[in-house]
């Protein structure tokens, strides 16, 4: 699968990048995404704006609705709330950003954790994917 980063965060995130190449390049996806890095101010303008939600989250997906578009859709990252949370779950900033990328795409596939079934197949898979590219807990 074709992935297309665009970095609107204040540091590097060529790391995150190629990160996010291990976890998604055995994936055979016809269409592409795009991974957009923010900042919590960022992402909380979105979350206000979509959701009406005026704080930060960690990651915001946006399924592509055009059919005949190649593309999935678009998933933002807080690289500020992902650092919080990596502290937080006591895991590697590596993981968190690979989590919220796979979860985030997940969404544009249309996997959601509404109901606890739904829960449990997600984050099964979210685990399953994660493992492949050996982003441990």
Same mark, same amino acid.
């Given at each position: 699968?074709? =992935?297309?980063? *665009? $970095?609107?965060?204040?540091?590097?995130?060529?790391?995150?990048?190629?990160?996010?190449?291990? =976890? *998604?390049?055995?994936?055979?996806?016809?269409?592409?995404?795009? =991974?957009?890095? &923010?900042? $919590?101010?960022?992402?909380?303008?979105?979350?206000?704006?979509? /959701?009406?939600?005026?704080?930060?989250?960690? =990651?915001?997906?946006?399924? $592509?609705?055009?059919?005949?578009?190649?593309?999935?859709?678009?998933?933002?990252?807080?690289?500020?709330?992902?650092?919080?949370?990596?502290?937080?779950?006591?895991?590697?900033?590596? /993981?968190?950003?690979?989590?919220?990328? &796979?979860?985030?795409?997940?969404?544009?596939?249309?996997?959601?954790?509404?109901?606890?079934?739904?829960?449990?197949?997600?984050?099964?898979?979210?685990?399953?994917?994660?493992?492949?590219?050996?982003?441990? /807990?």
């Amino acid at each position: 699968m074709e =992935v297309n980063y *665009f $970095n609107q965060y204040k540091e590097e995130t060529t790391q995150f990048e190629a990160i996010l190449e291990t =976890v *998604f390049k055995d994936i055979k996806e016809e269409k592409s995404m795009q =991974v957009i890095f &923010v900042d $919590n101010k960022q992402i909380t303008d979105i979350n206000k704006t979509y /959701r009406n939600i005026d704080k930060p989250t960690d =990651v915001i997906s946006f399924p $592509n609705d055009d059919e005949k578009d190649d593309s999935l859709g678009d998933i933002f990252i807080s690289i500020d709330q992902a650092k919080i949370q990596a502290l937080d779950y006591g895991h590697t900033l590596e /993981r968190e950003i690979g989590f919220l990328a &796979v979860h985030g795409y997940l969404h544009l596939l249309g996997y959601d954790h509404h109901t606890e079934a739904d829960e449990k197949e997600m984050f099964t898979l979210q685990e399953e994917i994660l493992n492949k590219a050996n982003l441990k /807990r």
